[in-house]
């Protein structure tokens, strides 16, 4: 069965850094891209980075471009996201899903999804 678990989530402070992490079973690790969106209350889920199977394409929408990172360890078929410079805006569920090879625009062309994990940035 087809798996993502989300971890790393919590609360930091602005100006902070958070990692998370998807791990994965249950499928051909490699053939599958992944992305992590985010959805705060009252607001649609939004794409944040995606990662191609072969780790050669990243996308990174302005919003959070210079401070969000991603990258996968295939060996341990996990994909992290590196947050840095964290704003109270990032706060929201983080959440990560697989579709085959390449990176979509839009989550409606994500296959499988994690339950998300919660992110807040606050002092």
């Known amino acids: 069965q087809l798996q993502l678990v989300e971890s790393g989530g919590g609360l930091v402070q602005p100006g902070g850094s958070l990692r998370l992490s998807c791990a994965a079973s249950?499928?051909?690790?490699?053939?599958?891209?992944i992305g992590w969106f985010r959805q705060a209350p009252g607001k649609e889920r939004e794409g944040v980075s995606c990662?191609?199977?072969?780790?050669?394409?990243?996308n990174i929408p302005d919003s959070v471009k210079g401070r969000f990172t991603i990258s996968r360890d295939n060996a341990k078929r996990t994909v992290y996201l590196q947050m840095d410079s964290l704003k109270p805006e990032d706060t929201a569920v983080y959440y990560c899903?697989?579709?085959?090879?390449?990176?979509?625009?839009?989550?409606?062309?994500?296959?499988?999804w994690g339950r998300g994990t919660q992110v807040t940035v606050s002092s």
């Open positions: 990662i191609s199977s072969d780790g050669y394409e990243t």
């Open positions: 899903a697989a579709r085959t090879r390449f990176c979509a625009a839009t989550s409606d062309y994500y296959n499988f």
């Open positions: 249950g499928f051909t690790w490699d053939a599958y891209a």
